[in-house]
T-cell receptor, first 112, second 112 residues
């Protein structure tokens, strides 16, 4: 599984609270991604990183921010969670582009 | 940006039959087309991929075909088995853009 872990694996929070999800990789892959998965939408890219401190927006970036201070860690922050952000979040890594992306185990986030 | 459409959304076959899933893409510059399999509650995992300089690729019971002119690619699974039951996602990416776009997924059920 390409040494990718996500934490937490499950989280329930309330509307308006900040939430940070963490992705950690041990493969030294350059690229890292955050996706959300919702029924009927497949996987949609939120943000991605192409190196330390280098990030860019994806298809559904509104309401999310990211940071990458080390090669191995990519953080996704919901500044003020909303119910529409209830989803399963997957982190992925990629050694070079374009190539196979390896996915983490996912984080199920519920915003009440 | 790239738009990927996937059909059908659900597919049910008898064990031993073949299954075909089709995807179309919009950006003629796309040059990498992976297929991912996701079992219930698990992370997506790559099963096969194809690049734009190849028309067909096969790996045991799985094959992918690419028609660049028509901008569509297909996944073919022969001699289906119950363990092939899962959700399958196609995706497309442009070489100099790390924004991989996924289809909405096909839920394949193989009946014993």
């Amino acid at each position: 599984d390409a040494g990718i872990t996500q934490s937490p694996r499950h989280k329930v929070t309330e509307t308006g609270t900040p939430v940070t999800l963490r992705c950690h990789q041990t493969e030294n892959h350059r690229y890292m991604y955050w996706y959300r998965q919702d029924p009927g939408h497949g996987l949609r890219l939120i943000h991605y990183s192409y190196g330390v401190k280098d990030t860019d927006k994806g298809e559904v970036s509104d309401g999310y921010s990211v940071s990458r201070s080390k090669t191995e860690d990519f953080l996704l922050t919901l500044e003020s969670a909303t119910s529409s952000q209830t989803s399963v979040y997957f982190c992925a890594t990629q050694a070079g582009g374009p190539n196979e992306q390896f996915f983490g185990p996912g984080t199920r986030l519920t915003v009440l | 940006g790239e738009n990927v459409e996937q059909h059908p959304s659900t597919l049910s076959v008898q064990e031993g039959d073949s299954a075909v899933i089709k995807c179309t893409y919009s950006d003629s510059a796309s040059n990498y087309f992976p297929w991912y399999k996701q079992e219930l509650g698990k992370r997506p995992q790559l099963i096969i991929d194809i690049r734009s300089n190849v028309g067909e690729k096969k790996d045991q019971r799985i094959a992918v075909t690419l028609n660049k002119t028509a901008k569509h690619f297909s996944l073919h699974i022969t001699e289906t088995q119950p363990e092939d039951s899962a959700v399958y996602f196609c995706a497309a990416i442009v070489n100099n853009n790390n924004d991989m776009r996924f289809g909405a997924g096909t839920r394949l059920t193989v009946k014993p």
